[in-house]
């Protein structure tokens, strides 16, 4: 059976309708076989047709109009309502109710165990598309660092005592050997932050000197891309409480990300304001932007933009997933959104105000530059 469409509910209150009118045109045809007896035999299943399709209220609905027509047309010695206050029929028709009350009950939460159901199928769904994802790209990534390693195998075969070439292969290998570290690490850091098993050595701090911290992170690909940053960091110091390391790697991605699908020679702002109790920092670029179906899924483990995807800006899609956890584990939030493709992307996130100085703190060195 195709149950009720979460956009349509109406149908199963029409099936009610149906169910209930069909079950009394059959009562009416057996009537003359089954009399006075089991007025609301047949009735009792329109409401679990109206119940299995449709839920609590389409169930509701054919109970009190199988009570309503049911009553008036078999109750009592003939058609009306002169029997229907005799003490056996009350009870017939209590019974009834109750029963239909019931099964109503039993099919709302039917319905909504189905819809968890098919929400939790989804998600494996999901889950399993990115295992698929992640693991090509992970085939990927690791490709390309053994065909360079190959590649100085047979550069040093051939280099003999030749000085440069000894130089190159060791170079290549050196660069390839740390690009498989580094995708090792990536996993790594995402199972334990994924799974809950990070550490976080929170501290007063400067949520200035953090944003610093990451520009300088972020300085190098900046620059190599011409792009141009604006950032808007207020005088006063914004006091927050966290683990300053991590709240860097937060922002220090954020950033990157932002430079990576910005065009050369793009526009990026990084602003940060204080709005009541929280510090909202900002960043915004002029790139590829995204559409509504990917900032769903934004922050989701293995979840790459499809513009990333075979591209040189794409990874294992884990930076997001690790940026969202860190950040709730300081009890912030981070968002995404974009008025679509190629029409730049913000990321926002709020961290609570700390009212206490860190001590020691870094204070104000200036302005915040590339």
């Given at each position: 059976?195709?149950?009720?469409?979460?956009?349509?509910?109406?149908?199963?209150y029409?099936?009610?309708?149906?169910?209930?009118?069909?079950?009394?045109?059959?009562?009416?045809?057996?009537?003359?076989?089954?009399?006075?007896?089991?007025?609301?035999?047949?009735?009792?299943?329109?409401?679990?047709?109206?119940?299995?399709?449709?839920?609590?209220?389409?169930?509701?609905?054919?109970?009190?109009?199988?009570?309503?027509?049911?009553?008036?047309?078999?109750?009592?010695?003939?058609?009306?309502?002169?029997?229907?206050?005799?003490?056996?029929?009350?009870?017939?028709?209590?019974?009834?109710?109750?029963?239909?009350?019931?099964?109503?009950?039993?099919?709302?939460?039917?319905?909504?165990s189905?819809?968890?159901?098919?929400?939790?199928?989804?998600?494996?769904?999901?889950?399993?598309?990115?295992?698929?994802q992640?693991?090509?790209?992970?085939?990927?990534?690791?490709?390309n660092?053994?065909?360079?390693?190959?590649?100085?195998?047979?550069?040093?075969?051939?280099?003999?005592?030749d000085?440069?070439?000894?130089?190159?292969?060791?170079?290549?290998?050196?660069?390839?050997?740390?690009?498989?570290?580094?995708?090792?690490?990536?996993?790594?850091?995402?199972?334990?932050?994924?799974?809950?098993?990070l550490?976080?050595?929170?501290?007063?701090?400067?949520?200035?000197?953090?944003?610093?911290?990451?520009?300088?992170?972020?300085?190098?690909?900046?620059?190599?891309?011409?792009?141009?940053?604006?950032?808007?960091?207020?005088?006063?110091?914004?006091?927050?409480?966290?683990?300053?390391?991590?709240?860097?790697?937060?922002?220090?991605?954020?950033?990157?990300?932002?430079?990576?699908?910005?065009?050369?020679?793009?526009?990026?702002?990084?602003?940060?304001?204080r709005?009541?109790?929280?510090w909202?920092?900002?960043?915004?670029?002029?790139?590829?932007?995204?559409?509504?179906?990917?900032?769903?899924?934004?922050?989701?483990?293995f979840?790459?933009?499809?513009a990333?995807?075979?591209?040189?800006?794409?990874g294992?899609?884990?930076?997001?997933?690790?940026?969202?956890?860190?950040?709730?584990?300081?009890?912030?939030?981070?968002?995404?959104?974009?008025?679509?493709?190629?029409?730049?992307?913000?990321?926002?996130?709020?961290?609570?105000?700390?009212?206490?100085?860190?001590?020691?703190?870094?204070?104000?060195k200036?302005?915040?530059?590339?």
């Open positions: 059976m195709r149950f009720a469409d979460h956009d349509r509910p109406w149908r199963g029409a099936l009610a309708f149906v169910a209930v009118a069909a079950g009394l045109l059959l009562r009416y045809i057996l009537s003359p076989l089954l009399g006075q007896q089991g007025p609301y035999l047949i009735l009792t299943l329109s409401i679990v047709l109206a119940g299995l399709y449709g839920g609590f209220g389409p169930a509701i609905l054919a109970t009190a109009l199988g009570t309503m027509v049911g009553t008036y047309l078999f109750i009592g010695t003939k058609p009306g309502w002169e029997s229907v206050l005799e003490l056996p029929n009350i009870t017939r028709t209590l019974l009834f109710v109750a029963i239909g009350v019931s099964i109503s009950v039993i099919s709302g939460r039917l319905k909504a189905r819809r968890a159901l098919a929400a939790s199928v989804l998600e494996l769904r999901k889950s399993n598309r990115a295992k698929d992640v693991l090509a790209t992970v085939a990927h990534e690791i490709r660092p053994l065909s360079a390693l190959t590649s100085a195998i047979t550069v040093l075969e051939r280099a003999g005592t000085p440069t070439k000894l130089a190159r292969a060791t170079g290549i290998v050196g660069r390839q050997v740390a690009q498989i570290s580094r995708l090792s690490d990536d996993l790594t850091e995402a199972s334990s932050v994924l799974h809950g098993r550490d976080i050595q929170a501290s007063a701090l400067d949520l200035r000197f953090v944003l610093r911290q990451a520009l300088e992170q972020s300085s190098a690909l900046m620059v190599s891309r011409q792009h141009e940053l604006t950032s808007e960091i207020p005088g006063e110091p914004a006091h927050v409480w966290g683990d300053a390391g991590r709240l860097v790697q937060v922002f220090a991605n954020l950033l990157n990300n932002a430079v990576k699908y910005t065009p050369p020679g793009g526009r990026i702002t990084l602003k940060l304001s709005a009541g109790s929280e909202v920092t900002s960043i915004t670029d002029n790139g590829q932007g995204f559409d509504k179906t990917t900032e769903a899924e934004m922050f989701e483990p979840v790459q933009a499809p990333a995807i075979g591209s040189e800006s794409s294992l899609g884990l930076g997001l997933a690790i940026v969202k956890r860190i950040v709730e584990l300081h009890d912030g939030q981070v968002f995404a959104n974009s008025r679509g493709p190629g029409q730049g992307a913000t990321f926002t996130v709020l961290l609570p105000f700390a009212s206490s100085e860190a001590p020691g703190s870094i204070g104000d200036g302005p915040l530059q590339p």
